[in-house]
RNA sequence: GGGCGCGUAGCUCAAUUGGCAGAGCAGCGGCCUUUUAAGCCGCGGGUUUAGGGUUCGAUUCCCUACGCGCUCACCA
């Protein structure tokens, strides 16, 4: 069948064409499919016809560097994304992982074959092409490729979303990322960024001495956070296992074996709430350094964010949300005490039981859940009233030890651990201690915890007997630090969504 | 899980008080040899997320389901 006697408006009532409901464009790219097979040309071609010269911004830069001679041909690939038909000749653009780069098609050059057969009756927008030709400027000023000779190397048989808008859709955005990132450049640039991100922390560890590792994922016992796990099963062990919500107790133990400074970047996963900053997997970077404690890490942290800026071509000066967020240390340093004090008045050192604690917030209007332990009325407090403005980068420190069972307490003040959390634009980035390394201390806290999980009626969580045991073979004194790779990309990148810096984020079964 | 909002053509969006479901892009046919959101002429394309209800009549009002968003809760 010939194209010319296709009749789309015919034949399209919605049919059944293997098992896909087709719309009217799609039946077409499908009927000049058929017809380019029919006539011995393969649509998807297993070698290019040429050997491919240079990538499109390789081509504008190497034709603007006057570095092509004067009848030099370039051979370059992409995805046909406009065209502009008048008549007897056409420009389009083509777009390859560097660049967009214009092309010139005129009938008198590439032959009536190529252009009225090939290029105007076969090719749509959104088919991979090849093009041969000479580079020049236009009348308008822009760099182009003359086609002396074109092909096609790979049809697209779904229609793109508008040229010009580009794809809104939020859900079709995420459950059909491929089609995001083909049709809207600025998403496809979130996800440089955020691996320029993560190289840039590689080679600052990496030039800091600090070993990468990779620990379990799939865990007997989770721990190191106190997020709900997932939970799975081997079959031949007939063994429960849990996906890991944290690697911190695993890189202890690294610490114990003699290593001094071992970092992971991997994925945790955490069977929570999903929202605009939570994914039930995500990715985490946690280190830990031996010999120093939690004020070292701070200078760490600043020095590592300083890299990421450089590294993304930033000064220290970024803007997040319509913020102007300055990174340029030392960064703002307050006890949570303070914090909360300063926002709300309450000291709550002052109130040492949580009824005391509690009655206090009632008085400022605050309404603590019932039942609340000292430990979550401080952080609900610092939650509401604190953390919302902590917009320029803040380390709070000395966090209460109830909520805090694997950091070691302040020698004046066992009511408060060596730990800090990070904040940059109103978001919670990251989280440190000076490390608990008393093994005698360490296995008290579980208990505690365990206790107090048992009594809030959730399951009981055994303790790690092994995480304990490797503690009584001695781990030096030891800052460490944990950080979420989506959060820094959201930051760098001035996202305010989770899910706008993972490339596919979870979403309900459509 | 609770509350609020949204779901219209392949894409981006309209549709007045409940009264013929539209536009631009994309597609198809035609004209057009320096355009660039090309232009001009013509044509086709809809189970208005799904199911039910009210009504002479439902994209519009009501109920249910599904999905998404915001928010609250949860997340030491």
Not at 40 to 64: C, F, K, M, Q, S
Not at 279 to 294: I, R, V
Not at 462 to 476: A, R, T, V
């Amino acid at each position: 069948m010939r194209i010319g006697d296709y009749n789309p408006q015919s034949s399209i009532k919605r049919g059944p064409v293997d098992d896909i409901d087709l719309n009217e464009q799609q039946l077409v790219r499908r009927q000049k499919l058929a017809e380019l097979q029919a006539s011995g040309n393969d649509p998807y071609v297993r070698r290019l016809p040429w050997e491919r010269t240079h990538t499109a911004a390789a081509a504008i830069a190497a034709y603007t560097d006057g570095k092509l001679a004067a009848d030099q041909q370039v051979a370059l690939v992409g995805r046909l994304m406009t065209v502009r038909i008048m008549g007897k000749a056409s420009f389009a653009h083509i777009e390859d992982g560097s660049a967009r780069i214009q092309i010139y098609v005129k009938r008198d050059v590439v032959g009536e074959a190529l252009y009225d057969e090939l290029f105007k009756k076969m090719i749509d927008l959104g088919d991979f092409v090849m093009v041969r030709g000479t580079m020049f400027t236009t009348r308008t000023g822009e760099v182009s490729c003359e086609v002396r000779e074109l092909a096609l190397i790979s049809k697209t048989l779904n229609p793109l979303p508008d040229k010009w808008h580009g794809l809104r859709d939020i859900e079709t955005r995420y459950r059909q990322r491929y089609v995001d990132l083909l049709a809207n450049p600025d998403v496809r640039q979130i996800f440089i960024t955020r691996a320029r991100i993560v190289t840039a922390i590689r080679r600052y560890l990496d030039d800091n001495g600090f070993l990468e590792v990779e620990t379990p994922v799939l865990q007997p016992i989770y721990g190191g956070a106190a997020a709900r796990p997932f939970v799975t099963h081997h079959n031949q062990l007939d063994q429960d296992l849990f996906l890991r919500i944290s690697f911190e107790l695993y890189l202890k133990r690294l610490l114990v074996g003699g290593y001094e400074r071992v970092y992971e970047i991997g994925r945790d996963f955490r069977n929570e709430g999903i929202s605009f900053k939570h994914n039930p997997e995500f990715t985490q970077l946690e280190w830990y350094e031996a010999y120093t404690d939690y004020n070292g890490v701070m200078r760490r942290v600043e020095e590592l964010l300083a890299a990421v800026a450089q590294e993304l071509g930033r000064g220290t000066t970024i803007t997040y949300n319509g913020n102007a967020i300055d990174l340029a240390p030392p960064w703002r340093r307050i006890t949570m005490r303070d914090a909360i004090r300063e926002a709300t008045g309450i000291d709550y050192q002052a109130h040492p039981d949580a009824a005391s604690l509690a009655e206090a917030m009632r008085a400022i209007g605050h309404h603590p859940e019932p039942g609340s332990s000292r430990g979550k009325l401080i952080d609900s407090l610092f939650g509401t009233h604190v953390e919302p403005k902590l917009i320029q980068p803040t380390f709070i420190t000395d966090y209460p030890v109830e909520i805090s069972p694997l950091a070691k307490k302040k020698a004046d003040d066992p009511t408060t651990v060596e730990r800090f959390e990070y904040f940059i634009g109103g978001l919670e980035m990251g989280n440190a201690f000076t490390e608990l390394n008393d093994p005698i201390d360490q296995r008290a806290r579980f208990v505690e915890l365990r206790d107090a999980v048992a009594g809030a009626d959730e399951n009981v969580h055994p303790l790690d007997e092994d995480f304990l045991n490797s503690l009584s073979f001695g781990m030096p004194p030891t800052g460490g630090f944990g950080t979420g790779i989506d959060r820094l990309t959201m930051l760098f990148a001035d996202q305010q969504s989770i899910r706008e810096v993972i490339l596919f984020p979870h979403l309900r079964t459509a």
